[in-house]
């Protein structure tokens, strides 16, 4: 029997030409996994072939997908491997299992003045710090869709964290986003600057605020959602392939719903619960100090942390 050659593009499979293989693409069938998975009937009707054809091009990228399983030891050791960055803060790094963690999101939501946008500048910096000393060793990609970043501050909490603030500052790529797409756009086209600058740290600051100005009302939320939901995935998408910790965060409401506790709710809905690993809330305290909860988390047990934030950054 002849050796059928390998398959590793769309374009490879038997009886799909470039012609083919771009209708598939336009109609998203654009990776051999969703191909594998899907029936020749509606192959065959979406792109005039006959179904015979078809069966024969999905059984071909069925046997073409890779799929990996691993042993919980296997996966043990690599999430042993997995970086994190301080937070500056001893009590709340211990509540995280040990600082912020890469290739996950992670969400701090609170109300004004909560400390959310200070945590975002600490990471910022300790991110810079070398791995197994509070750090991932890497830049910053920094999303300010609300104005709030403050060179002069960085300088300070760099200064204070035993690093240059000027070679801090360099390794700020800093993005004003003033549209929700321009907000989208800035990570569809990080990976260059992500891979050139070796970025550790994505932030953004915050998730939602342009989101919902730009959708107001009901009858826009399907929308909304729609397009948010892509904007988190990428988000995920470019923590797990980088290996980098992804920071967020979000504004709060008052869930009406709620007769009892503290009616505090964080925006933006299911898609925004599901897809951030870790949930923070930021709560006001005495002067300096802020109470930190851990609401969500898929290894570490609800707690509080106590943080201050300080001239120095935040601090125990
Ligand atoms: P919003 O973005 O308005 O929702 O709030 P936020 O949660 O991002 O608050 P932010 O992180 O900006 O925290 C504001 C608090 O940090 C204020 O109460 C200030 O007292 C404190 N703060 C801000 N800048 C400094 C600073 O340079 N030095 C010190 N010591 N504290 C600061
Ligand atoms: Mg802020």
Do not use: W
Not at 36 to 41: A, E, Q
Not at 160 to 180: C, M, N, Q, S
Not at 275 to 285: D, E, G, M, P, W
């Amino acid at each position: 029997m002849a050796k059928e050659k390998s398959v590793k593009e769309i374009e490879d499979l038997p009886g799909i030409g470039p012609t083919i293989a771009e209708k598939l693409k336009a109609a998203g069938y654009d990776t051999l996994d969703k191909i594998g998975v899907s029936s020749p009937h509606e192959l065959s009707e979406l792109v005039g072939m006959s179904v015979e054809a078809a069966k024969k091009a999905v059984e071909a990228a069925k046997t073409a997908t890779t799929l990996e399983y691993s042993t919980g030891t296997t996966i043990n050791d690599e999430r042993k491997a997995i970086g994190r960055i301080s937070t500056g803060c001893g009590e709340l790094d211990e509540l995280l299992g040990g600082g912020v963690e890469a290739k996950a999101i992670t969400e701090a939501y609170g109300r004004f003045a909560s400390g959310k946008t200070q945590l975002g500048f600490q990471l910022a910096v300790n991110s810079q710090l070398p791995v197994g000393k509070g750090g991932l060793g890497g830049a910053v990609l920094f999303i300010d869709t609300e104005g709030t970043f403050r060179p002069e501050r960085i300088e300070s909490i760099a200064k204070a964290a035993g690093i240059d603030p000027k070679e801090a500052l360099e390794k700020l790529f800093v993005v004003r986003a003033t549209t929700t797409e321009q907000q989208i756009l800035s990570l569809e086209k990080a990976d260059k600057l992500i891979k050139e600058h070796n970025i550790k740290l994505i932030i953004e600051d915050s998730l939602m605020s342009l989101f919902r100005s730009e959708y107001p009302g009901r009858g826009a939320l399907g929308e909304r959602q729609q397009k948010l939901n892509g904007h988190i995935h990428k988000l995920q998408q470019l923590a797990d392939t980088y290996n980098l910790a992804v920071y967020i965060t979000n504004q709060v409401m008052d869930n009406p719903g709620m007769l009892f506790g503290d009616p505090t709710t964080p925006v933006g809905g299911n898609i925004v619960a599901h897809a951030a690993t870790t949930r923070l809330y930021l709560r006001k305290s005495k002067e300096d100090k802020r109470i930190v909860r851990l609401v969500d988390s898929p290894n570490m047990p609800e707690g509080e942390a106590v943080m201050k934030i300080t001239p120095n950054g935040i601090k125990e």
